[in-house]
């Protein structure tokens, strides 16, 4: 049975493959990527699959683009916190054709999408089966600020919505300038600050730091912290630390990380852990949640200039307001994401208001 299966899934490939191989002589384009390798393109891209780490978060930014519910034709499994929000964005979200988490070509090559999108990790384990299969991929990576900027004009390209990438890109500029302004940027006395992935297992604390050249690290330093871990994470990934080596860095201000929405209930269990209350960070009660709604704000998402601009409120409460917060989080979502005032107000605000006390 097994040889069957294997040899009609042979032939869906085979198939699909000889599919690409007739280009149409009325479309031509040639999109480059992350990697910096040309896609060449011989149809518009009406179908397009997101799958792989990050899913959720690549199709977030897709959903950035007035085209995008028309285009996206399958999701992966991945979130359900992240599925919540797709159907906000788009009432036909259950409508597109579901993936199992972890799909590969076997999946995906029977959908005869015209562009299946990936971040650049993925490249070796979905995206050269694929790209062998002669479908275009495309790569990006959305890793830090600069990459996102980059990042969302690939998007357009892809789209055909140039306009729309640039409005972007402009508009994260300016709310992002806006946060700089009130910043003392030149401040001689810059608060020390830690960003902690936690998790428990087996009753026990579990603690990781981001990498030196991510977001999360991007977005403290812009936000007029010092990363106290940034140099003993240089090789990329999260990287796990143990309580001695946060004690050593002592830091100003804390974040708790937790992608499953519990980072408010290990807060408050560190707050109340003796070892913990040795800590200037808590001493100063400067331990905090990341803010959260349907996804944490810390990620490389459409959210990271949300999630910026809360750690500058954070790190610089003398400078920023939760009024200018409250007021960002209405605008953002109304002209990133087409939302009304109403349902930011009633859908929204709930999840965040514990955030901003």
């Known amino acids: ?32 990527d992350a990697l910096g390798r040309e896609v060449k393109l011989s149809n518009e891209p009406s179908k397009i699959i997101i799958i792989g780490k990050q899913a959720p978060m690549l199709m977030n930014f897709m959903y950035l683009f007035e085209t995008a519910d028309k285009k996206l034709l399958a999701l992966e499994k991945r979130s359900q916190s992240a599925d919540e929000f797709l159907r906000m964005i788009d009432t036909n979200i259950d409508k597109k054709f579901k993936l199992e988490r972890g799909a590969g070509a076997e999946q995906i090559v029977p959908l005869n999408p015209d562009m299946v999108i990936l971040k650049t990790s993925m490249r070796d384990t979905i995206g050269k089966p694929l790209e062998d299969l002669s479908i275009p991929v ?3 990576e959305f890793e830090n600020i600069d990459q996102i900027y980059r990042d969302l004009k690939i998007f357009a390209d892809i789209l055909n919505e140039a306009q729309r990438g640039e409005e972007l890109v402009s508009s994260y500029q300016m709310y992002y300038q806006e946060i700089q302004n009130k910043l003392n940027t030149n401040a001689t006395e810059k608060p020390t600050v830690l960003i902690l992935q936690a998790e428990t297992e087996d009753q026990k604390y579990i603690f990781k730091v981001p990498a030196a050249n991510w977001l999360q690290t991007d977005m403290v330093e812009q936000a007029g912290g010092i990363a106290v871990w940034k140099e003993a994470n240089q090789a990329g990934g999260w990287s796990e630390v143990n309580m001695e080596q946060i004690s050593n860095w002592n830091a100003d201000l804390i974040y708790i990380v937790n992608y499953q929405g ?3 209930e290990l807060v408050e269990k560190l707050m109340n852990d003796e070892i913990w ?5 808590v001493k100063d009660n400067r331990i905090y949640a990341f803010a959260f709604d349907f996804l944490s704000w810390d990620q490389p998402d459409p959210r990271w200039i949300l999630g910026y601009s809360w750690m500058a409120f954070r790190q610089n409460p003398q400078s920023i307001s939760v009024t200018d917060i409250q007021n960002l989080i209405k605008e953002y979502y109304k002209n990133f994401f087409n939302l009304g005032e109403s349902v930011i107000g009633e859908k929204i605000n709930p999840m965040v208001t514990d955030y901003l006390n």
């Open 277 to 281: 209350k040795n800590l200037n960070a």
């Open 1 to 32: 049975m097994k040889k069957i299966v294997s040899i009609l899934i042979g032939a869906v490939f085979l198939f699909s493959g000889c599919l690409y191989l007739k280009p149409s002589p009325s479309y031509q384009k040639t999109i480059i």
């Open 262 to 264: 519990q980072a408010p």
């Open 138 to 140: 495309v790569y990006v």
